[in-house]
Protein backbone atom coordinates (compact mmCIF):
# COMPACT_ATOMS: atom_id res chain seq x y z
CA UNK A 1 0.00 0.00 0.00
CA UNK A 2 1.52 3.38 -0.75
CA UNK A 3 2.42 5.67 2.43
CA UNK A 4 2.35 9.08 -0.22
CA UNK A 5 -0.76 9.98 1.74
CA UNK A 6 0.97 10.96 4.53
CA UNK A 7 3.56 12.78 2.87
CA UNK A 8 3.89 16.13 1.80
CA UNK A 9 6.09 15.43 -1.31
CA UNK A 10 3.28 13.56 -3.09
CA UNK A 11 2.57 15.74 -5.93
CA UNK A 12 6.44 15.87 -6.33
CA UNK A 13 7.60 12.78 -6.44
CA UNK A 14 7.94 9.37 -8.80
CA UNK A 15 7.37 6.94 -6.03
CA UNK A 16 3.96 8.32 -5.07
CA UNK A 17 1.30 6.26 -5.16
CA UNK A 18 3.10 2.90 -5.86
CA UNK A 19 4.35 0.21 -3.66
CA UNK A 20 8.25 1.77 -3.42
CA UNK A 21 6.41 4.10 -1.53
CA UNK A 22 7.02 3.68 2.32
CA UNK A 23 8.10 5.62 5.54
CA UNK A 24 11.79 4.14 5.57
CA UNK A 25 12.48 7.13 2.33
CA UNK A 26 15.44 9.12 3.15
CA UNK A 27 13.13 11.76 1.47
CA UNK A 28 10.34 11.27 3.97
CA UNK A 29 11.98 11.00 6.87
CA UNK A 30 13.86 13.98 6.78
CA UNK A 31 10.32 15.65 5.91
CA UNK A 32 8.29 13.84 8.82
CA UNK A 33 10.96 12.07 10.99
CA UNK A 34 10.99 8.60 11.55
CA UNK A 35 7.89 8.43 13.71
CA UNK A 36 6.32 10.65 10.93
CA UNK A 37 5.63 13.09 13.61
CA UNK A 38 8.93 14.97 13.74
CA UNK A 39 11.62 16.04 10.82
CA UNK A 40 11.07 19.59 9.41
CA UNK A 41 6.92 19.28 9.03
CA UNK A 42 6.70 18.53 12.24
CA UNK A 43 8.94 21.73 13.72
CA UNK A 44 7.01 23.53 11.19
CA UNK A 45 3.99 23.44 14.43
CA UNK A 46 1.19 23.06 11.84
CA UNK A 47 -1.71 22.61 13.57
CA UNK A 48 -2.73 18.83 12.94
CA UNK A 49 -6.35 19.81 11.34
CA UNK A 50 -4.31 21.47 8.73
CA UNK A 51 -1.53 19.52 8.15
CA UNK A 52 -1.05 17.52 4.62
CA UNK A 53 -2.75 20.83 2.93
CA UNK A 54 -1.56 22.16 -0.36
CA UNK A 55 -3.33 25.18 -2.40
CA UNK A 56 -3.78 22.51 -5.28
CA UNK A 57 -5.82 20.28 -1.95
CA UNK A 58 -7.23 23.36 -0.21
CA UNK A 59 -11.13 23.29 1.00
CA UNK A 60 -11.02 26.93 0.74
CA UNK A 61 -10.03 27.12 -3.17
CA UNK A 62 -13.27 26.71 -4.66
CA UNK A 63 -14.67 29.32 -2.60
CA UNK A 64 -11.73 31.73 -2.66
CA UNK A 65 -10.77 30.99 -6.33
CA UNK A 66 -9.39 34.73 -7.36
CA UNK A 67 -7.06 34.74 -4.17
CA UNK A 68 -5.82 31.42 -4.81
CA UNK A 69 -5.03 32.30 -8.48
CA UNK A 70 -2.93 35.23 -7.03
CA UNK A 71 -1.43 32.48 -4.64
CA UNK A 72 -0.70 30.12 -7.58
CA UNK A 73 1.69 33.36 -8.53
CA UNK A 74 2.74 33.81 -5.67
CA UNK A 75 4.15 30.66 -4.73
CA UNK A 76 6.28 30.59 -7.90
CA UNK A 77 8.17 34.01 -6.30
CA UNK A 78 9.65 30.91 -3.66
CA UNK A 79 12.35 29.76 -5.25
CA UNK A 80 14.11 33.40 -4.91
CA UNK A 81 15.05 32.30 -1.35
CA UNK A 82 18.13 30.47 -3.37
CA UNK A 83 18.92 34.07 -5.35
CA UNK A 84 21.27 36.41 -3.62
CA UNK A 85 20.24 39.60 -5.52
CA UNK A 86 16.37 38.87 -6.03
CA UNK A 87 13.90 40.85 -4.97
CA UNK A 88 12.38 40.00 -1.69
CA UNK A 89 9.81 37.87 -1.39
CA UNK A 90 6.47 39.69 -0.23
CA UNK A 91 4.53 39.26 2.74
CA UNK A 92 0.68 38.23 2.90
CA UNK A 93 -1.69 39.80 5.06
CA UNK A 94 -4.81 37.36 5.07
CA UNK A 95 -8.54 39.15 6.16
CA UNK A 96 -11.60 38.49 6.26
CA UNK A 97 -14.99 40.25 8.45
CA UNK A 98 -15.83 36.94 10.26
CA UNK A 99 -14.19 33.57 11.06
CA UNK A 100 -14.43 30.67 9.06
CA UNK A 101 -13.47 31.48 5.87
CA UNK A 102 -10.08 29.73 5.03
CA UNK A 103 -7.86 32.03 6.31
CA UNK A 104 -5.67 29.63 8.30
CA UNK A 105 -6.51 26.65 6.05
CA UNK A 106 -4.80 28.85 3.42
CA UNK A 107 -1.74 30.17 5.46
CA UNK A 108 -0.63 26.50 6.18
CA UNK A 109 -1.05 26.20 2.74
CA UNK A 110 1.24 28.20 1.62
CA UNK A 111 3.92 27.66 4.34
CA UNK A 112 3.56 23.87 3.12
CA UNK A 113 4.34 24.82 -0.32
CA UNK A 114 7.24 27.44 1.00
CA UNK A 115 8.98 24.27 3.02
CA UNK A 116 8.34 21.57 -0.30
CA UNK A 117 10.19 24.50 -2.22
CA UNK A 118 13.29 25.07 0.35
CA UNK A 119 13.94 20.83 0.66
CA UNK A 120 14.07 20.56 -2.79
CA UNK A 121 15.29 23.25 -3.83
CA UNK A 122 18.23 22.63 -1.27
CA UNK A 123 18.71 19.25 -1.72
CA UNK A 124 19.44 20.40 -5.88
CA UNK A 125 21.62 22.56 -5.50
CA UNK A 126 23.74 20.41 -2.89
CA UNK A 127 22.48 21.94 0.09
CA UNK A 128 21.40 20.96 3.25
CA UNK A 129 18.00 21.77 4.48
CA UNK A 130 17.70 23.97 7.42
CA UNK A 131 16.35 21.88 10.49
CA UNK A 132 13.41 24.51 10.49
CA UNK A 133 12.74 26.94 7.31
CA UNK A 134 8.67 27.37 8.01
CA UNK A 135 7.12 28.10 11.59
CA UNK A 136 3.54 27.99 12.49
CA UNK A 137 2.45 30.30 14.97
CA UNK A 138 -0.66 30.34 16.75
CA UNK A 139 -0.98 34.18 18.29
CA UNK A 140 -3.79 33.29 20.64
CA UNK A 141 -2.01 30.06 22.17
CA UNK A 142 0.94 32.23 22.10
CA UNK A 143 -0.78 34.98 24.31
CA UNK A 144 -2.55 32.56 26.51
CA UNK A 145 1.31 31.28 27.32
CA UNK A 146 2.36 34.75 28.23
CA UNK A 147 -0.79 35.40 30.80
CA UNK A 148 -0.08 31.96 31.96
CA UNK A 149 3.35 32.52 33.57
CA UNK A 150 2.75 36.20 34.52
CA UNK A 151 -0.72 35.14 36.83
CA UNK A 152 0.13 35.53 40.26
CA UNK A 153 0.38 32.82 42.48
CA UNK A 154 0.75 30.27 39.80
CA UNK A 155 2.57 27.12 40.88
CA UNK A 156 6.68 27.19 39.84
CA UNK A 157 6.33 23.94 37.37
CA UNK A 158 3.49 25.38 35.37
CA UNK A 159 4.62 29.48 34.94
CA UNK A 160 8.24 27.74 34.15
CA UNK A 161 6.44 25.42 31.82
CA UNK A 162 4.58 28.24 30.01
CA UNK A 163 7.67 30.83 30.15
CA UNK A 164 9.91 27.90 28.12
CA UNK A 165 7.46 27.30 25.44
CA UNK A 166 6.42 31.20 25.29
CA UNK A 167 10.47 31.96 24.60
CA UNK A 168 10.82 29.15 21.92
CA UNK A 169 8.27 29.94 20.06
CA UNK A 170 9.39 33.53 20.49
CA UNK A 171 12.44 32.30 19.26
CA UNK A 172 11.33 29.83 16.46
CA UNK A 173 9.12 32.92 14.80
CA UNK A 174 12.05 35.79 15.20
CA UNK A 175 14.24 33.81 13.21
CA UNK A 176 12.93 31.06 10.48
CA UNK A 177 12.70 31.92 6.86
CA UNK A 178 9.14 31.99 6.73
CA UNK A 179 6.14 32.14 9.46
CA UNK A 180 2.39 32.46 9.72
CA UNK A 181 1.80 34.43 12.31
CA UNK A 182 -2.11 33.55 13.43
CA UNK A 183 -4.90 35.39 14.26
CA UNK A 184 -3.31 38.56 15.12
CA UNK A 185 -5.24 41.38 16.64
CA UNK A 186 -7.93 39.45 18.28
CA UNK A 187 -7.88 40.53 21.55
CA UNK A 188 -7.06 43.00 24.40
CA UNK A 189 -3.32 42.12 25.24
CA UNK A 190 -1.37 44.01 28.12
CA UNK A 191 1.62 46.26 27.32
CA UNK A 192 4.56 43.79 27.69
CA UNK A 193 2.85 41.44 24.91
CA UNK A 194 1.98 43.82 22.87
CA UNK A 195 5.55 44.62 23.15
CA UNK A 196 7.05 41.12 22.91
CA UNK A 197 4.54 41.11 19.49
CA UNK A 198 5.72 44.67 18.12
CA UNK A 199 9.53 43.52 18.54
CA UNK A 200 8.84 39.52 16.34
CA UNK A 201 7.15 41.57 13.61
CA UNK A 202 9.55 44.40 13.36
CA UNK A 203 12.52 41.89 13.44
CA UNK A 204 11.31 40.23 10.37
CA UNK A 205 10.08 42.80 8.26
CA UNK A 206 13.81 44.74 8.97
CA UNK A 207 15.21 41.18 7.93
CA UNK A 208 12.98 41.08 4.78
CA UNK A 209 11.45 37.76 5.78
CA UNK A 210 8.41 37.11 4.13
CA UNK A 211 5.24 36.85 6.91
CA UNK A 212 2.10 35.48 6.55
CA UNK A 213 -0.59 37.00 8.64
CA UNK A 214 -4.24 35.97 9.37
CA UNK A 215 -6.95 38.75 11.29
CA UNK A 216 -10.33 39.65 11.14
CA UNK A 217 -9.10 43.68 11.08
CA UNK A 218 -7.91 45.38 7.70
CA UNK A 219 -4.20 45.63 7.59
CA UNK A 220 -4.80 49.74 7.65
CA UNK A 221 -6.17 49.27 11.18
CA UNK A 222 -3.48 46.71 13.05
CA UNK A 223 -1.94 49.99 14.64
CA UNK A 224 -4.84 49.19 17.02
CA UNK A 225 -3.14 46.25 18.46
CA UNK A 226 0.21 48.11 18.52
CA UNK A 227 -1.34 51.39 20.11
CA UNK A 228 2.21 53.45 18.62
CA UNK A 229 1.55 57.22 18.65
CA UNK A 230 2.44 57.14 15.01
CA UNK A 231 1.80 53.64 13.11
CA UNK A 232 5.08 52.86 11.96
CA UNK A 233 5.55 49.26 12.04
CA UNK A 234 2.01 48.93 9.95
CA UNK A 235 3.11 51.17 7.13
CA UNK A 236 6.55 49.42 7.37
CA UNK A 237 4.58 46.28 6.85
CA UNK A 238 2.27 47.12 4.56
CA UNK A 239 5.18 48.26 2.05
CA UNK A 240 6.08 45.07 0.73
CA UNK A 241 2.72 42.90 1.98
CA UNK A 242 -0.21 41.90 -0.48
CA UNK A 243 -3.56 42.35 1.96
CA UNK A 244 -6.06 39.69 0.79
CA UNK A 245 -9.56 39.79 1.67
CA UNK A 246 -11.40 36.72 1.87
CA UNK A 247 -15.15 36.56 1.55
CA UNK A 248 -18.20 34.51 2.10
CA UNK A 249 -19.58 32.87 5.27
CA UNK A 250 -18.40 30.43 7.70
CA UNK A 251 -17.37 27.32 6.80
CA UNK A 252 -16.08 25.70 10.21
CA UNK A 253 -17.01 22.52 10.76
CA UNK A 254 -17.64 21.44 7.22
CA UNK A 255 -13.72 22.30 5.98
CA UNK A 256 -14.23 17.71 5.50
Known amino acids: MSHSKRCILRQHCKAADTDS ?49 FLTNYVGTFPRQFETDAEPIKSLYLRSHTTGTGKTTTACAIAAEYLICHYI ?47 AAQKHAMEVPFVVLDDIGVRDSTEGFRGDLHRLINTRVTAGLPTVYTSNIPLADLNEVFREPSPRLVDRIRDRCAELVFTGESKRGLRR
Open 21 to 69: CNPMCSYYVGLHGHNSLGGRYGSANIPTEYQFIMLASSPAREGQAKIYE
Open 121 to 167: GSLRRGRQPLERPVYFLDVNAWQNDYNEFNRRNIPEHIGEAASARYY
